[in-house]
């Protein structure tokens, strides 16, 4: 994980500054510059629009009692798309965009949500956290009389009708 952030601190400038040179080869050096800094207004204007639209369904679905984990992953990618169109770039300007249309934070919203592991049984995620935190593995696999849950202690009586007759 390391070096791949490293690979993208050293490879995003250098894409960029190629893709600088195509541009200003094409359309000459003016219009690139305006570009960016047209780009870099958009990135402060767009997530203030955006984030209060996202904000409201926030609040909206917290006062309803839902779980807006959608929502604030939306309002993920519109913070990551700011910051993206502040970055001067061709190509961190386009991915910015993109993370501004709803239908494209969808689809990245459900390839996320295909990695993470929502271990149900256990009540956590992925499949160390099953419950108990002083045991790294969670609970023992056969801990429940299913064989597949946490023992829960509890105390009974046994139910004899032939007895309660008899009384």
């Known amino acids: 994980m390391p070096l791949l952030f490293l690979l993208l601190f050293i490879g995003t400038p250098i894409v960029e500054i190629a893709v600088f040179i195509q541009a200003g080869d094409l359309i000459g050096l003016w219009p690139t510059l305006a570009i960016v800094l047209i780009t870099g207004l958009e990135g402060t204007t767009l997530p203030r629009e955006q984030g209060y639209g996202v904000f409201g369904r926030i609040r909206a679905r917290v006062g309803a009692g839902e779980p807006s984990l959608f929502e604030m992953f939306e309002g993920l990618c519109i913070f990551a798309a700011g910051l993206l169109l502040l970055t001067p770039g061709f190509v961190t300007d386009s991915i910015g965009f993109l993370l501004f249309l709803p239908p494209f934070r969808r689809l ?23 419950g108990d935190p002083r045991r790294p593995g ?15 202690d509890g105390e009974y009586e046994t139910i004899d009708p032939e007895r309660d007759k008899l009384r």
């Not at 993470?116 to 995620?125: A, D, H, L, Q």
């Not at 969670?138 to 829960?152: D, E, S």
């Open 108 to 130: 990245i919203a459900g390839l996320v949500a295909r990695r993470v592991t929502v271990n149900v049984r256990g009540g956590g995620f992925g499949p160390t956290s099953h």
């Open 138 to 152: 969670g609970y023992p696999p056969h801990g429940g009389p299913g064989g597949n849950g946490p023992v829960i």
